[in-house]
């Protein structure tokens, strides 16, 4: 059967390296790409749609339109920008959710993938190898709303056999698009820095480690979800997933192996910190690596000398 995929929220992190990917495999004109800007340069390549996640009638269109057989929704607000619009990020992540799941149903969509993150835990989970199952308190409203989100996934995957699919995200990072508001951020625009000054203020301590995956890895095992057959998943909330761990001091000690002169610097105060130290440090993805046989591809080394290789012909 030919797809037909929406992917509503394409000009973001993720959306713009992920509409890439969908149309090399399934054709430009397969993949809808949509967003409530215009296009980026990245999605000009095939069909786009202006929406709004929040506008129901929007969305209806939508699906009347396209009769989706995969939606990916990833139109959402992260952890920083979302601690200065609570409200706003509660809204925007929730009704966006289960609007998409209830038009899922209408228009028996074959398969919705939908993003978690690390940001479901909180000061109370264990910080090294965060298993799959254990103490969830999280305290930003991005944190808090990824976590009810994926309890919906699942409630729709038991109630009315939506065959919703969910990773938790680590923080990504890559060279074709900006990060979007998040606590990771760092771990992009030190790269940028890096290039076009030579220094970098990094708003966390030297020592926070944090989970993080390059984007690369971060497409495949989207892919690698999206296509696994429904028997083999025994996570319908979001699945655990782990690449690297690192803190800013590594990466920029990284960073110096190809650009002896960087310079990084620390700035105090910055409530980024704050989340960032509630969260884990590196992730136990045992069940993606059993059911679908996750493995990342890309280490420290590895993604610091493939961004720069890159970057440098963008900047
Ligand atoms: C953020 O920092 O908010 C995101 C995430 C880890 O979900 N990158």
Same mark, same amino acid.
């Given at each position: 059967?030919?797809?037909?995929?929406?992917?509503?929220?394409?000009?973001?992190?993720?959306?713009?390296?992920?509409?890439?990917?969908?149309?090399?495999?399934?054709?430009?004109?397969?993949? @809808?790409?949509?967003?409530?800007?215009?296009?980026?340069?990245?999605?000009?390549?095939?069909?786009?749609?202006?929406?709004?996640?929040?506008?129901?009638?929007?969305?209806?269109?939508?699906?009347?339109?396209?009769?989706?057989?995969?939606?990916?929704?990833?139109?959402?607000?992260?952890?920083?920008?979302?601690?200065?619009?609570?409200?706003?990020?509660?809204?925007?992540?929730?009704?966006?959710?289960?609007?998409?799941?209830?038009?899922?149903?209408?228009?028996?969509?074959?398969?919705?993938?939908?993003?978690?993150?690390?940001?479901?835990?909180?000061?109370?989970?264990?910080?090294?190898?965060?298993?799959?199952?254990?103490?969830?308190?999280?305290?930003?409203?991005?944190?808090?709303?990824?976590?009810?989100?994926?309890?919906?996934?699942?409630?729709?995957?038991?109630?009315?056999?939506?065959?919703?699919?969910?990773?938790?995200?680590?923080?990504?990072?890559?060279?074709?698009?900006?990060?979007?508001?998040?606590?990771?951020?760092?771990?992009?625009?030190?790269?940028?820095?890096?290039?076009?000054?030579?220094?970098?203020?990094?708003?966390?301590?030297?020592?926070?480690?944090?989970?993080?995956?390059?984007?690369?890895?971060?497409?495949?095992?989207?892919?690698?979800?999206?296509?696994?057959?429904?028997?083999?998943?025994?996570?319908?909330?979001?699945?655990?997933?782990?690449?690297?761990?690192?803190?800013?001091?590594?990466?920029?000690?990284?960073?110096?192996?190809?650009?002896?002169?960087?310079?990084?610097?620390?700035?105090?105060?910055?409530?980024?910190?704050?989340?960032?130290?509630?969260?884990?440090?590196?992730?136990?993805?045992?069940?993606?690596?059993?059911?679908?046989?996750?493995?990342?591809?890309?280490?420290?080394?590895?993604?610091?000398?493939?961004?720069?290789?890159?970057?440098?012909?963008? @900047?």
């Amino acid at each position: 059967m030919s797809e037909k995929i929406l992917v509503i929220g394409a000009n973001g992190q993720i959306g713009t390296e992920l509409v890439i990917a969908l149309r090399n495999i399934h054709g430009s004109n397969q993949v @809808i790409a949509s967003d409530i800007h215009n296009p980026n340069q990245d999605n000009n390549t095939g069909p786009f749609e202006l929406v709004n996640v929040m506008d129901k009638d929007n969305l209806r269109h939508l699906f009347e339109k396209y009769r989706p057989t995969q939606v990916y929704l990833l139109a959402a607000i992260l952890s920083a920008v979302g601690e200065k619009q609570p409200k706003l990020a509660w809204d925007l992540n929730m009704v966006g959710l289960i609007q998409v799941l209830d038009f899922a149903v209408e228009f028996k969509t074959a398969k919705v993938f939908w993003p978690s993150s690390i940001a479901v835990f909180g000061p109370h989970s264990p910080k090294e190898n965060t298993p799959q199952f254990c103490i969830m308190d999280p305290n930003t409203v991005y944190g808090f709303s990824k976590l009810a989100g994926e309890r919906w996934c699942e409630y729709y995957y038991l109630k009315y056999g939506v065959d919703v699919r969910s990773i938790r995200y680590p923080g990504l990072i890559g060279w074709k698009s900006a990060p979007g508001g998040g606590t990771t951020d760092y771990a992009v625009n030190i790269f940028h820095e890096a290039l076009k000054k030579g220094n970098y203020e990094s708003f966390l301590s030297a020592g926070t480690a944090l989970p993080m995956m390059y984007m690369d890895d971060a497409i495949r095992a989207t892919l690698s979800l999206m296509n696994a057959p429904a028997y083999k998943l025994s996570i319908r909330s979001s699945y655990n997933l782990g690449g690297i761990s690192f803190t800013p001091a590594q990466l920029a000690e990284e960073i110096k192996k190809h650009l002896p002169d960087f310079k990084i610097s620390y700035s105090e105060n910055d409530p980024r910190q704050a989340i960032a130290d509630s969260w884990p440090k590196s992730i136990d993805d045992t069940y993606a690596q059993q059911d679908w046989d996750w493995k990342p591809e890309y280490d420290l080394a590895a993604m610091t000398a493939d961004m720069l290789t890159n970057l440098k012909n963008t @900047i």
